[in-house]
C-alpha cells in the first residue's frame, strides 16, 4: 500500500516569509495529491490539490509542485500570516480507489 | 465550496452507552464517505469506508460490531460507538468523497466517556 512521509513535523518562519512542506509518496500508482490544513478542534480544510498530469499548481499564495519522476511533491506558502499557522497535512492515492494515504503533518508557526 | 457537517460537535457520555454521530454531505452527493479517528497530535487514522448502500470496509483492527457504520444514502453516514469506553473518547471526524474525487473533511466530533 503506498507510504507518505511529509518532513517537517514542525516549522516556524517569520511574517512574510515563505514556508515550504515536502512529502514524498512510495506508491508509483498514486495521481492524486491534496493538501489539507486543520486549525485546532477542527476538521481538516482541503487547501489545493494536484492531480499526475500537471508539475505545479497555483492558488493566490499556495502553491503545489510535484515530481512524479522522484515520487514528491511539496507546498509552497508565499508572505505567510499568522493566520496560516495550523496543521498541513498532505495526502496521495490513486484516483480511482479508495487508498489516500495521509501524511504525519506539519505544525506552521508564523509568528507576527 | 462542498460542504460537510458533523453532529454533534461535542458529546459527553456514559461508560457502557451508545453514542450515533451523524455525517452529511450538506451541497453535493458523496457515494464513498470515510471515517477518521485522530488522536492528539497526531495524523488522521481511517477506520472504515462506507460505500452507499452496502457494508462497510473496516481498516485493521477496527472492531466492526464496535463501531457500527451506516452510509442509507448518497449524503448522510452515521458512525454508532457501541457500548463506549472511556479509552474511546477521541476526535471522530468523517469525510466525503465529491464526484471528482476530492475528499471534504466534516468540523469533527469530540466524544468522551466518563
Known amino acids: 500500500g503506498e507510504n507518505v512521509e511529509q518532513h517537517p513535523s514542525t516549522l516556524s518562519v517569520q511574517e512574510g516569509d515563505s514556508a515550504v512542506i515536502k512529502c514524498t509518496y512510495s506508491d508509483s500508482a498514486s495521481n492524486y495529491f491534496p493538501w489539507y490544513k486543520q486549525e485546532l478542534g477542527k476538521g481538516p480544510q482541503l487547501i489545493i490539490d494536484i492531480r499526475s498530469n500537471v508539475g505545479e499548481k497555483k492558488d493566490q499564495r499556495i502553491a503545489v509542485t510535484l515530481n512524479k519522476t522522484a515520487k514528491h511533491f511539496s507546498l509552497h506558502i508565499t508572505e505567510t500570516q499568522p493566520e496560516d499557522s495550523a496543521v498541513y497535512f498532505c495526502a496521495a492515492s490513486p484516483i480511482n480507489n479508495n487508498d489516500m494515504r495521509f501524511g504525519a503533518g506539519t505544525r506552521l508557526t508564523v509568528k507576527p | 465550496g462542498a460542504v460537510v457537517s458533523q453532529h454533534p460537535s461535542r458529546v459527553i457520555c456514559k461508560s457502557g452507552t451508545s453514542v450515533k454521530i451523524e455525517c452529511r454531505s450538506l451541497d453535493f452527493q458523496a457515494t464513498t464517505m470515510f471515517w477518521y479517528r485522530q488522536f492528539p497530535k497526531q495524523s488522521l487514522m481511517l477506520m472504515a469506508t462506507?460505500?452507499?448502500?452496502?457494508?462497510?470496509?473496516?481498516e485493521q483492527g477496527v472492531e466492526k460490531d464496535k463501531f457500527l457504520i451506516n452510509h442509507a444514502s448518497l449524503t448522510l453516514s452515521t458512525l454508532t460507538v457501541t457500548s463506549a469506553h472511556p479509552e474511546d473518547s477521541s476526535f471522530y471526524i468523517c469525510?466525503?468523497?465529491?464526484?471528482?474525487?476530492?475528499?471534504?473533511f466534516g468540523p469533527g466530533t469530540r466524544l468522551t466517556v466518563t
Open positions: 469525510s466525503a468523497r465529491s464526484l471528482s474525487y476530492e475528499q471534504y
Open positions: 462506507s460505500n452507499e448502500g452496502s457494508k462497510a470496509t473496516y
